[in-house]
């Protein structure tokens, strides 16, 4: 799977921008996303799995613009956030 991340932008309603002209391309194997608090990383993944639109700019996925091919590729994609919640009443293979 390859991951291109195309000119991408976010500016909250209140005016923060948390990403600027962010350009990233990820191959096969595995990355971290490192970098300080408010650095924007909750925000690139957010977006990375349309949880959230971007301001401006896109993401493809195998060449495949996520915001045109929304529902065929969440299916490619796994996201745990940073604040998630177990459920006891899942196993964990339900669970994720």
């Known amino acids: 799977m390859k991951i291109e991340v195309q000119g991408l932008n976010k500016i909250y309603p209140n005016g923060n921008q948390a990403l600027k002209d962010i350009n990233l391309e990820f191959g096969k194997g595995m ?7 408010g650095a924007g990383k909750s925000t690139l993944m957010r977006i ?13 996925i195998d060449g495949k613009d ?6 065929e590729l969440r299916r490619m ?20």
């Open 31 to 37: 990355f971290g996303l490192l970098g300080p608090n």
């Open 48 to 60: 990375m799995v349309t949880l959230m639109k971007p301001s401006s700019g896109r993401i493809l």
């Open 66 to 71: 996520i915001q045109k091919h929304r529902k």
């Open 77 to 96: 994609l796994g996201y745990l956030p940073q604040d998630f919640r177990f459920f006891t009443s899942l196993k964990a293979w339900e669970f994720l």
